[in-house]
Each structure stands twice: as structure tokens, then as C-alpha cells.
């Protein structure tokens, strides 16, 4: 086969397979990519905010010490927020994260304790998993954090909570504008992070779940035709 042929088949394989997920990436852009909306009044954000957790019952949320979950049925946690450490679990390795000093983490591999130069890789990936995966979990109890700014931006002519987070984490920068019912309870939040090339992105927060510790935490997100499973949802004190 000439060479100018072969070519022309590669280029076509490659058009075949690209064209249309350019094409689905291009109506998806235009239909839901928006502007971070310029939010004002930080001080009745202040009191959306606390409105939003008192909603949520977050003095229990505060009192839980140990969370467990699965996250979309691939990375497995138990996290001890009074300790600050998490014990993360996907395919054959479990790191066991300190989160205030991450050097100092464990790394197992097909359950044997194991100490070489791939450590540090597999403590990255591990933190980062935590990072998204408990954000999912818990942001509503994050929204007064340190480094996190709070204003109000109008949303179908009611206030909605837009929060930035702008250090902490592994995407400082990002920022989500909480859209809550009548109760102050988050039903949705819309996305503006570094991750996502589409500004604006909706994802529900549904399927409230109260664990025996009185924390209500979500078990199903919805993002575009997508679902975000969080199982096996444990807590303690």
C-alpha cells in the first residue's frame, strides 16, 4: 500500500473518530457555557450561608468525626476528621493520607506496606481523589471555610450563595453558586472550576441521605446526562 494511501486512511480514522466528539463538545459549549457571574452584598451572603447550614443541621455535620462512603463504585474512604486523616482505597493500593503532613502518609500495595520512590505519586493521586470525591460528599459544609469568599448573585430572580474558593484544595479559584429552595436547602449548584472546560455547569444535589449521626449528606448528583453515585454512606462520632 502507498504510503500517500495509508495517509489518507489514518487521517480519515482520526476524523471519524474526532469530528464527532469536537461536534458534541461544540453544541454542549454554546448551550450551557456561561460567564462567572459578578456576585455583591458579602454580608447578607453571610447570612444566606448560615441559613443554608442551618438547614442542613450542620452542628451535627460538625459533631460527626468519622465519615465512610464509595465513591461512583471506585474509590473507597474512611475519613477521620478529628484526626484529619482518611484512609483511601482504589484497585490494589490503600494510602492512609495524613492530610495536615501528606509526606508522612502510608502507601499499601495488594495490602503489603511498601516504601520507594513511588510514594509520592501515589500519595498525590490519593489526595486528589479525597479532594474531589469529599467535595462532593460535604461542600455544602464548606462554604465558610477559610479562604472562601461569600456574595449573592440573582438566580431566576432569587438569591443565590456564590462562594470562591480561593486557596485550599486541589483547584484553588474554583467557584460554585448554590441554588437553594424555600427551606434554604442547596438543590443545585452550578460550576466554575478549573477541571471543566464549560463554565456554568448544573449539578443537582438530591437524595439526601440523614446518617445515624443526625448529618445529612447526598447520595446521587446528576450532571448533565451523567450520575455521580456516593454508596455506602457511614458515620460516627
Given at each position: 500500500?502507498?504510503?500517500?494511501?495509508?495517509?489518507?486512511?489514518?487521517?480519515?480514522?482520526?476524523?471519524?473518530?474526532?469530528?464527532?466528539?469536537?461536534?458534541?463538545?461544540?453544541?454542549?459549549?454554546?448551550?450551557?457555557?456561561?460567564?462567572?457571574?459578578?456576585?455583591?452584598?458579602?454580608?447578607?451572603?453571610?447570612?444566606?450561608?448560615?441559613?443554608?447550614?442551618?438547614?442542613?443541621?450542620?452542628?451535627?455535620?460538625?459533631?460527626?468525626?468519622?465519615?465512610?462512603?464509595?465513591?461512583?463504585?471506585?474509590?473507597?474512604?474512611?475519613?477521620?476528621?478529628?484526626?484529619?486523616?482518611?484512609?483511601?482505597?482504589?484497585?490494589?493500593?490503600?494510602v492512609i493520607l495524613n492530610l495536615n503532613n501528606p509526606n508522612t502518609s502510608e502507601v499499601?500495595?495488594?495490602?503489603?506496606?511498601?516504601?520507594?520512590?513511588?510514594?509520592?505519586?501515589?500519595?498525590?493521586?490519593?489526595?486528589?481523589?479525597?479532594?474531589?470525591?469529599?467535595?462532593?460528599?460535604?461542600?455544602?459544609?464548606?462554604?465558610?471555610?477559610?479562604?472562601?469568599?461569600?456574595?449573592?448573585?440573582?438566580?431566576?430572580?432569587?438569591?443565590?450563595?456564590?462562594?470562591?474558593?480561593?486557596?485550599?484544595?486541589?483547584?484553588?479559584?474554583?467557584?460554585?453558586?448554590?441554588?437553594?429552595?424555600?427551606?434554604?436547602?442547596?438543590?443545585?449548584?452550578?460550576?466554575?472550576?478549573?477541571?471543566?472546560?464549560?463554565?456554568?455547569?448544573?449539578?443537582?444535589?438530591?437524595?439526601?441521605?440523614?446518617?445515624?449521626?443526625?448529618?445529612?449528606?447526598?447520595?446521587?448528583?446528576?450532571l448533565l446526562f451523567l450520575g455521580i453515585e456516593l454508596d455506602n454512606i457511614k458515620t460516627?462520632?
Amino acid at each position: 500500500m502507498k504510503p500517500k494511501k495509508i495517509l489518507k486512511i489514518v487521517a480519515g480514522v482520526i476524523i471519524f473518530f474526532t469530528l464527532p466528539s469536537l461536534l458534541f463538545f461544540g453544541f454542549l459549549y454554546f448551550k450551557y457555557n456561561e460567564e462567572l457571574p459578578v456576585g455583591s452584598q458579602p454580608e447578607k451572603a453571610e447570612i444566606l450561608a448560615h441559613k443554608m447550614l442551618i438547614a442542613l443541621n450542620s452542628a451535627a455535620y460538625d459533631a460527626t468525626n468519622v465519615l465512610e462512603w464509595t465513591f461512583k463504585n471506585r474509590h473507597h474512604y474512611k475519613w477521620n476528621k478529628k484526626e484529619n486523616t482518611c484512609e483511601v482505597s482504589w484497585k490494589n493500593y490503600k494510602v492512609i493520607l495524613n492530610l495536615n503532613n501528606p509526606n508522612t502518609s502510608e502507601v499499601y500495595i495488594d495490602k503489603l506496606k511498601v516504601e520507594d520512590s513511588n510514594n509520592a505519586d501515589l500519595i498525590k493521586t490519593a489526595t486528589d481523589y479525597f479532594n474531589n470525591d469529599s467535595f462532593w460528599l460535604v461542600a455544602p459544609y464548606k462554604v465558610l471555610d477559610n479562604g472562601v469568599s461569600r456574595s449573592i448573585v440573582k438566580h431566576n430572580g432569587k438569591d443565590a450563595l456564590l462562594v470562591t474558593y480561593n486557596q485550599g484544595g486541589s483547584t484553588p479559584g474554583d467557584s460554585y453558586l448554590w441554588i437553594l429552595d424555600q427551606d434554604y436547602k442547596p438543590t443545585t449548584f452550578k460550576m466554575w472550576v478549573d477541571i471543566l472546560p464549560i463554565g456554568g455547569l448544573e449539578a443537582s444535589w438530591d437524595s439526601w441521605k440523614t446518617t445515624n449521626t443526625g448529618a445529612q449528606l447526598p447520595t446521587h448528583h446528576k450532571l448533565l446526562f451523567l450520575g455521580i453515585e456516593l454508596d455506602n454512606i457511614k458515620t460516627s462520632k
